[in-house]
């Protein structure tokens, strides 16, 4: 089903209704609001490398219960752009019920020396790197990990990394692998800000997903991965559910604590939009896609596929839903 702008109102639900004169009908609305509103955090570095990472996860005074289990969120760093400067926006995400990991990947690229710029390799790594933090007791992150469960963000040159994963690609000519990648069977679900797939040639790359549920989040002021690249990559994507959520008002750069953070090759266009409302609004929509595709939350599925942006003034959705059987 192809949903653009959705033209009712906000999703509800019929709580209380009495016909007659003096009755009231009484109907609650689906927030979108974050599940948890204490976040925590911690430094580490990734097992077996150099890699540093900081983590961040919902942080309920009764999180020793035993009663949570929250999915891996590898968060994949624009070319350039240091993990701290995704503190804001990971900590949005992970308060929508996630564990969010945002790994600093230095290595050599052929235009540059030493340069931030993550491969294939370190989804992997983190996922295994988390199943060991989920078993150690020692950890801030000790049995509230789901493992089974795995989901990609990315930015700029991080989300076109997890798009060529979930497409299960190595593409050493755009150095985002090195010899070989498979997709790991955990991987259900990828949100990238400011991200298309190209290749040397500048030619779109078809997108097999698998039926893993995709979300392109773009500014509709980007000048660094310009709107028209993000839909052609829309395009792409060969199976539904998948979402090209326009962030109005905003550049390159909305997904970040500052604009134009130190070290990325700025954008030349500046966001109308407030850069606290356009973290805020990213976050919002990549956590709520990620509970839809991740833990079957019905409620966020139809606020990100058929309601939210008629109730968000700052949001445009072109959406495909899979076909339901007669």
Not at 91 to 103: L, N, T
Not at 260 to 273: C, E, F, M, R, Y
Request: a positive charge; proline letters at 6%.
């Amino acid at each position: 089903m192809i949903n653009l702008r959705t033209l009712f109102g906000a999703y509800t639900f019929l709580v209380l209704a009495v016909l007659g004169i003096g009755k009231t009908v009484t109907a609650t609305a689906f927030n979108p609001d974050p599940l948890f509103k204490d976040v925590a955090s911690y430094k580490t570095k990734i097992s077996g490398s150099d890699r540093l990472a900081d983590i961040y996860f919902p942080n309920p005074k009764d999180i020793k219960t035993g009663t949570y289990s929250f999915p891996i969120v590898v968060l994949l760093q624009g070319a350039l752009v240091d993990k701290s400067n995704y503190s804001n926006y990971a900590s949005i995400v992970a308060r929508y019920g996630f564990v969010v990991v945002v790994p600093n990947s230095k290595r050599l690229l052929p235009s540059r020396s030493q340069a931030l710029a993550p491969l294939t390799s370190d989804i992997t790594d983190v996922l295994k790197h988390m199943v060991a933090e989920n078993s150690n007791s020692a950890s801030p992150v000790f049995a509230i990990v789901n493992t089974q469960k795995l989901a990609l963000l990315g930015h700029s040159f991080g989300g076109a990394v997890g798009l060529s994963a979930i497409a299960n690609l190595c593409l050493e000519s755009l150095s985002f692998c090195k010899g070989s990648f498979n997709r790991p069977k955990e991987l259900v679900a990828g949100a990238f800000f400011g991200a298309n797939l190209r290749d040397t040639k500048d030619e779109f790359i078809p997108i097999n997903n698998s039926g893993i549920p995709i979300a392109l989040l773009q500014g509709s002021l980007d000048n660094r991965a310009l709107p028209l690249r993000a839909e052609r990559t829309y395009d792409n994507i060969q199976t539904p559910p998948k979402a090209l959520i326009t962030i109005l008002g905003v550049n390159h750069f909305g997904i970040t604590n500052t604009n134009n953070p130190v070290g990325a090759i700025p954008d030349p266009n500046n966001s109308t939009l407030a850069q606290n409302i356009a973290v805020e609004t990213i976050g919002r929509w990549s956590g709520l896609f990620l509970r839809a595709s991740v833990l079957k939350d019905k409620g966020a599925f139809d606020y990100v596929y058929y309601t939210g942006d008629a109730r968000d003034p700052n949001v445009a959705v072109i959406s495909t839903t899979p076909k339901k059987e007669k």
